[in-house]
């Protein structure tokens, strides 16, 4: 691995900036609460809220991640260092234009966001992009990786496209495209990106064995094929039959490659030579499980007709609680679970032999510190079975809480 000065600046600033966007996300969650009541589609403060997370949190903390561990798991140097800091600034500055913009429903304010997002994460995608052409043993990982990220560059295209129709008035299949820009950027890119990395990295961390090939091949497969036949399908009406066929056929297919992961991962954590369970090892468990309890969830959405679907709480309800296990119990829980290994990892590079002494210095003992991390880890699984519920001002305020928490602890280990 080739580890730049630069490069691990970038990262922890990143990952800094993105515990801040954590918490911003769950108050403006609490605040919005009644917001969780209205109708899902195109609803601006739930579309706002969303990208706190999606944008400040999840991708901000793996792209700041990549700039290191692509090169741990595929042996390669980043293409073009020096525009990792441009990207970064540019891409915050736009992030907050386009939420403020969606939050108070100002087309100029959304579009202009919409199009300095789509630049600066184009440009930091086709630099990953051309960095993978130094790989030299394509397998899993390196595969799952450029798909991942070419799904990142449709999903781009998508957003761009949803942002502008909020000042030029355009209008073509809005539900279709937004549905498409929600699979692609989810299990497109955050989804496959984090099975194709966790199978080279998972077995480094825990010393297990490599799942065999035929597990990632029909993973690699069925996730794809799904997603094709998902953006095929709304090239036609919603009511066709060739609709609904194509959308379900999508539907089953990543259902599928989801649940053979989660098979292949419990499959290889419990088969890991290290048998001890830490903080990172409660969070994956927890995400996937959660991954899970979101793929039941959306095959009911998929199946069960709307009208028998007022029995659990309505469409509505389901589809938050679906978004935000995908998204905060998956999503949220695996990167939180991950930065448990990367931040400590970056700030040994930063900081050499004075770095990890355990977080707060004198302050605290590691005992204590090891204590601080299952009581922000038990507040975040309490506020996600809360949010389950739809015990949402609840949920939120413990998530809330757990967050500033986190952040205190992870940025009191170095900065």
């Not at 600046?9 to 917001?35: G, Q, R």
Request: charged share 10%; hydrophobic share 60%.
């Amino acid at each position: 691995m080739n580890a730049t000065d630069s490069s691990i600046e970038i990262s922890l600033k990143h990952i800094k900036t993105a515990l801040v966007f954590l918490p911003v996300f769950f108050i403006v969650m609490f605040l919005d609460v009644k917001n969780f009541n209205e109708y899902f589609f195109m609803n601006m403060k739930i579309i706002s809220l969303t990208h706190i997370f999606t944008l400040g949190f999840l991708l901000m903390v793996i792209m700041g991640a990549s700039y290191m561990l692509l090169p741990v798991a595929l042996g390669v140097k980043i293409a073009y260092e020096k525009l990792f800091f441009p990207v970064y600034y540019a891409y915050t500055a736009s992030l907050l234009l386009f939420v403020i913009g969606m939050h108070y429903f100002i087309g100029s304010v959304i579009a202009a966001g919409g199009i300095l997002l789509f630049i600066s994460v184009l440009i930091y995608n086709i630099n990953i992009l051309a960095s993978l052409k130094k790989v030299k043993k394509w397998d899993y990982s390196a595969a799952g990786i450029a798909f991942a990220y070419s799904y990142l560059f449709i999903g781009l295209s998508l957003g761009l496209y949803l942002a502008l129709s909020f000042y030029f008035k355009i209008g073509f299949n809005i539900y279709g495209i937004l549905q498409d820009h929600i699979y692609v950027m989810f299990i497109g890119f955050a989804v496959m990106l984090f099975i194709a990395v966790s199978y080279r990295l998972l077995p480094m961390f825990y010393m297990t064995k490599t799942p065999a090939g035929i597990y990632w091949k029909t993973d690699l497969a069925a996730v794809n094929s799904g997603i094709i036949a998902i953006i095929a399908s709304s090239f036609f009406k919603n009511s066709s039959a060739v609709h609904i066929y194509m959308n379900g056929i999508g539907i089953g297919l990543l259902s599928l490659g989801i649940l053979l992961y989660c098979y292949v991962f419990f499959n290889l954590m419990l088969k890991r030579l290290k048998k001890k369970f830490d903080i990172t090892t409660f969070y994956l468990f927890a995400g996937i499980i959660f991954l899970k309890l979101a793929v039941i969830i959306g095959l009911m959405l998929a199946i069960i007709p709307q009208r028998e679907l007022n029995l659990f709480g309505g469409i509505n309800g389901l589809y938050y609680v679906f978004g935000f296990l995908g998204l905060f119990g998956f999503g949220g829980m695996v990167i939180i679970g991950f930065l448990h290994k990367i931040y400590p990892f970056l700030i040994s590079l930063k900081v050499f032999e004075k770095a990890k002494k355990g977080a707060y210095g004198k302050l605290f003992s590691d005992l204590k510190t090891k204590y601080l991390e299952y009581l922000i880890f038990g507040l975040f699984l309490a506020g996600s079975i809360f949010w389950i519920f739809y015990l949402i001002q609840i949920a939120a305020a413990i998530l809330f809480i757990a967050s500033l928490i986190l952040l205190f602890h992870i940025l009191s280990m170095g900065w």
